[in-house]
């Protein structure tokens, strides 16, 4: 009998090549939501600080300069955290399509790997009832043999 082919394998590789692909993209994405989220947390560190640092600043001196540029700076750091808050939700957006694809890619290549394994399943039967035969066939030349000899002998 002919060893297992399953004629459908090259696809079943594309399948799998694609869905390796998306999940080096999700990983990619993610390292970029941590990367962001990194940032976002140290902006936020940033300002709690500054405000600190301004709260005692003020009660030394009340200096109109510094508080305009404490303001502006003040500003400048809440406007950075809105930003990686919007980069934020985009990416998680993002992030959120790349899963979808994935569970779709995943789903693909599960397909043809059942499909491989139940084409396996009914060769390994065939190939188990082929070789039974061929068995069954040596068996029964042998016996015949055994008779004809004692038959010859007798």
């Known amino acids: 009998m002919k060893r297992f082919h399953f004629r459908l394998g090259v696809l079943l590789d594309m ?16 390292a970029q939501i941590l990367a962001s989220r990194r940032d976002r947390d140290s902006l936020a560190k940033t300002l709690a600080e500054f405000f600190v640092e301004e709260k005692i600043q003020r009660l030394k001196v009340l200096d109109l300069r510094s508080l305009r540029l404490s303001i502006s700076y003040r500003g400048q750091l809440q406007k950075e ?47 188990r009832k082929e070789e039974q035969e061929a068995i069954d066939d040596v068996s029964q030349k042998g016996y015949v043999r055994r008779l004809n000899a004692a038959a010859a002998d007798a």
């Open 81 to 127: 955290i809105r930003d990686k808050d919007r980069d934020l939700s985009a990416l998680s957006a993002q992030l959120a399509d790349i899963r979808e694809r994935l569970a779709k890619a995943r789903k693909e290549t599960r397909v043809l790997e059942i499909l491989k394994e139940k084409r396996l399943s009914r060769w390994k039967k065939e190939y």
């Open 15 to 30: 399948k799998k090549r694609a869905e390796e692909e998306v999940k080096k993209e999700l990983g990619m994405k993610n």
